[in-house]
């Protein structure tokens, strides 16, 4: 379980942990401060949704074939003119950017790179429903700067991440990140009176199984049998495994993954045969799954595409996407043995 918070702002925690690494050099902490201002002006937009004409679609499709809102466009916009002139960065990869976002002539490059999810769950926005932001840091491979050659050092295992999290904009405004490693996972939570993250859930440990599915069931139409069989076993009565589970489903997946998180359980979203143009599921393995594979890993959970570790998948492309079992360990491990064929339905 979380400890609750002690006080100490998010930037005094970045420095205790840069502190305890005697080769760091402070840019990976003015990298994530800076990502932190963006978050808290994202948040302020968010809050005041209601009240300004911020909502609803710009009319056009992002690369994904999606309906872009308008605070998705904001949150895009914030983020990489906040981070485009810090000097630590040599690309950024967007989940609504087609190709890589190249950092201007006038401001310095450096070793690290950026990929994100600027507004995770926007369909959400009207209703009120808690959204976020997700992201993932690497370190740069190759000596190349051209942005047309950077695509390799994008294209990393989720293991190689230096660090990865999201915020949520919910009832209130949360931070949770880790910098991998075995450094754990920590939760700050926004105090709007101060303006600052306070440390408020401390080393975050996802139980070892939960009594929480997540997953779209609308879609089951659309599932292979060993899918339809995972489920079923979910919502099958057997006491001595303390099921049936209790179904929860928001549809916005930062949501969905931070309830769990913090009270265990699975989020499901399997391949489906529902598009043509997305066989092997819906979200996006560089600014969806990697970053909160890393997250849960470090919370002591595990993440799976349903044949192995999320982590240790090569991507081929940004945009590639992947079906994703995400959780307490136990339960994306029987995910896992469903999926792959090594448990049998019945």
């Not at 087609?98 to 990929?115: C, H, M, N, T």
């Not at 049998?225 to 489920?231: F, G, I, N, S, Y």
């Not at 265990?264 to 996006?284: E, N, Q, S, V």
């Not at 990697?290 to 998948?313: C, H, M, R, T």
Request: net charge negative; glycine share 10%.
């Amino acid at each position: 379980m979380a400890k609750k918070g002690v006080g100490i702002t998010i930037t005094q925690h970045i420095l205790q942990q840069q502190r305890q690494k005697p080769e760091a050099t402070g840019a990976f902490t003015t990298l994530l401060n800076e990502l932190i201002v963006a978050a808290k002006v994202i948040s302020r937009e968010v809050n005041k949704a209601g009240l300004a004409d911020i909502l609803g679609s710009t009319g056009r499709t992002n690369v994904q074939d999606e309906q872009v809102q308008k605070l998705d466009v904001f949150a895009n916009s914030v983020i990489i003119e906040r981070m485009q002139h810090v000097g630590q960065l040599c690309c950024m990869g967007s989940e609504e950017n087609a190709d890589l976002i190249e950092i201007p002539s006038q401001y310095p490059k450096g070793p690290y790179i950026i990929v994100f999810d600027p507004l995770d769950g926007s369909s959400n926005i009207d209703v009120n429903v808690s959204i976020g932001t997700i992201f993932g840091i690497y370190r740069k491979i190759s000596d190349e700067t051209d942005i047309e050659m950077l695509m390799n050092d994008v294209l990393q295992p989720g293991l190689n991440q230096v660090a990865a999290g999201y915020f949520i904009y919910g009832s209130s405004t949360m931070m949770v990140y880790t910098t991998g490693n075995g450094t754990g996972v920590h939760g700050f939570t926004l105090y709007p009176s101060v303006g600052e993250f306070l440390l408020s859930h401390e080393n975050i440990r996802i139980p070892e199984r939960g009594k929480i599915y997540s997953v779209n069931e609308g879609n089951v139409a659309f599932w292979d049998d060993k899918t339809r069989a995972l489920v079923d076993y979910f919502k099958s009565r057997d006491r001595e495994s303390g099921r049936p589970y209790t179904s929860r489903y928001i549809g916005s997946l930062v949501a969905d993954f931070h309830r769990n998180l913090l009270k265990g359980g699975i989020f499901m979203y399997p391949a489906d045969k529902k598009d043509p143009k997305k066989p092997t599921g819906k979200l996006r393995l560089m600014v969806e799954a990697n970053p909160l594979a890393l997250v849960v890993k470090e919370a002591g959970g595990y993440a799976s595409d349903g044949s192995g570790p999320i982590l240790n998948i090569q991507p081929e492309e940004f945009h590639q996407r992947v079906p994703l079992y995400i959780g307490s360990r136990e339960d994306v491990q029987i995910a896992e043995d469903f999926i792959s064929g090594k448990r049998k339905p019945g």
